[in-house]
């Protein structure tokens, strides 16, 4: 009975946030602007440039998967980090613990590297369609230029 009396703070705290988030998703969805959606509302935009083909295109995954490196390597720095720092550096087990953790960062990296293939990493198919919509683009304004 005592363990759950201890714990009173801890659900207070989770009620309390679970109301804050309900409070504040239900004061966006009323005090948001309840408007009709127009073309050029929903139409995509390209730095004030006219839209070259539809937004949603085949995106390079070589950046998707340099930031997941990135971060990998991030963590595995901190963690580093926190061992160089911490008073249990010198123990055996905190060695050996780090170290299997370096090696399963590693292999992670290794695995990562190998599942995509070289043709995804390139960014041909999104260079591919920007270069067909530009071209669609530039012979529909030459149409429209002849009329």
């Known amino acids: 009975m005592r363990l759950f009396i201890d714990f009173n ?3 207070v705290w989770a009620l309390l946030a679970v109301a804050l988030v309900v409070i504040m998703l239900a004061a966006s969805w009323i005090l948001r602007p309840h408007i009709l959606q127009n073309s ?7 730095c004030g440039e006219e839209p070259i083909g539809p937004a949603r295109v085949s995106y390079p995954y070589s950046y998707f998967l340099y930031t997941i490196l990135f971060v990998i390597v991030d963590v595995m720095g901190a963690f580093l980090w926190l061992l160089s720092v911490s008073q249990f ?23 990562a590297l190998r599942m995509f293939p070289q043709t995804i990493l390139s960014g041909k198919e999104t260079l591919k369609l920007y270069r067909e919509g530009k071209a669609r683009r530039d012979s529909q304004k030459t149409e429209a230029a002849q009329q």
């Open 40 to 46: 050029d509302k929903t139409s995509t935009y390209e």
């Open 9 to 11: 703070y801890v659900f």
């Open 89 to 111: 550096r010198t123990t055996e087990a905190a060695v050996w613990q780090m170290l299997f953790f370096v090696l399963l960062i590693t292999a992670g990296i290794g695995f």
